[in-house]
């Protein structure tokens, strides 16, 4: 019996300890409040959409003129009437791939061609199609790093209209 007795006042005592570690701990304000460490979401970047480069608005025209031309956004195009016409500019990307749409109007299929180098990828673009502004068929790049990067628009044959370049990220 003493036994018992002696465990009941050891439950007791500790129940007793328990009961005023609560009570302490209430008084001082609890137990000291374990929070995880927070963690930061990566930072996300939305695709940008598409960026429109109005071609009179590039830093650089080499023999080429700003002339109005109905159909063209804004009204205005760049006419390259020689053989060594160009039009330069540069733009911030992000690393990725890239849908390059140029568009322009050709007077006929011996006035149509110029070359556009984005992000030192060249292609010779045409229209489908003369007389009026349109979309030529889109090529894409591979953009190997963030920062800035070169557009250029550079005569093939002469007599063309180049109205604007649009940019869109595909990946």
């Known amino acids: 019996m003493r036994t018992l007795s ?12 328990a009961g005023c570690k609560d009570i302490m701990d209430k008084i001082r304000g609890g137990p000291p409040e374990v929070k995880p460490p927070e963690v930061q979401p990566p930072e996300v970047k939305p695709p940008p959409g598409e960026l ?11 023999e080429a003129q700003v002339k109005d031309l109905a159909g063209a956004s804004g009204g205005k195009a760049v006419f390259f009437d020689s053989e060594t ?12 791939t890239w849908e390059v749409t140029l568009f322009m109007q050709g007077t006929d299929e011996d006035q149509d061609a ?4 984005v992000a030192g ?5 045409f229209p489908q199609d003369y007389g009026k502004v349109m979309a030529v068929e889109p090529f894409t790049v591979e953009v190997a790093k963030d920062g800035a990067v070169k557009v250029v628009l550079m005569a093939a044959e002469t007599g063309v209209y180049l109205d604007k370049v649009v940019l869109k990220k595909v990946k």
């Open 114 to 117: 110029v070359y556009l180098d």
């Open 121 to 125: 990828t060249e292609q010779r673009l």
């Open 52 to 62: 429109v480069l109005e071609v009179e608005a590039f830093t650089k025209l080499e």
């Open 85 to 96: 016409s160009a039009a330069e500019t540069s733009v911030p990307l992000t690393k990725g």
């Open 6 to 17: 002696a465990w009941l006042v050891v439950f007791a005592a500790v129940g007793l300890l």
